[in-house]
């Protein structure tokens, strides 16, 4: 057994936190829409609480050339037969993944949150560079063993990106898995907030309707700030504003109630 991944897949079945257990390459569909489809979306892990009140389905993309593969399969997998109310899906990006993919990939998180999925994105191995991502993605398990890798710090990311840290309203608020996240969500704050996007005016309707007006009411709150009375009295964030908070959307299914993720680094 060689490679990241598999490696990732055992030492996350062998070292589960208390009260969780983990499996891996588990089917997401049944099987006779598998053969229908002709592709079977599986999870590498999964991190299941004991008690069933929590289901992490967990995808590693170590070095792909198309990482947002996962995300698709995943998303139109929920289409025929959706996601649990208990279930999550996380992506974990390493460093080897090019810049535009990474990014390609977490803005498709996006799109799994307007179907109606809990899903999130988040880095692997952070404090590893692309080289040596590719290094390690080259030798055997025993050699992989050896490295120290931080197993542990893995699993805690992918459980705490996936946990709310507070809340507001209707909105879940969670610590941002990504740092583009942040950056995106508040240049929507930002750009609703220009003189232009006043109430009446053409601007503001046209936000409304895209879910920017949204987006940005729910960075403020996130920042523990509060929304100008008007949109048209703008309002300046500072550079430390900017790395710490964004906001996304999630919706559940069609049929039940509209959730929504508020996201602060």
Sequence with gaps: ??????????????????????????PVLPADLERLLGYAPRADVILERIDGARRLWIEFEVSRADPVANHAKFATAHLFSQQRPTDTFISMVSAHVVRGRRNLASNM??????????????????????????????????ALRAEAIPVQAEIERAIVVSEPVSGHQDQDIHLAGEPVQALLNLRHWNDVNRPEFCRDSAHWDAAGSSGAVGWARSASNSAGGRMPSSPCSRRWLNQSTYS???????????????WRISSAL
């Design 109 to 142: 998180i996006y799109v799994m949150r307007a179907l109606g999925m809990r899903a999130f994105q988040t880095t692997l191995l952070p404090h590893l560079a692309a080289a040596e991502v590719q290094r390690l993605n080259s030798i055997n398990y025993e």
């Design 1 to 26: 057994m060689a490679g990241l991944t598999s490696f990732l897949q055992a030492e996350f079945a062998r070292q589960p936190p208390n009260e969780w257990q983990c499996r891996h390459e588990t």
């Design 244 to 258: 710490r908070v964004a906001y996304s959307t999630s919706s559940r299914p069609r049929q039940g109630p509209r």
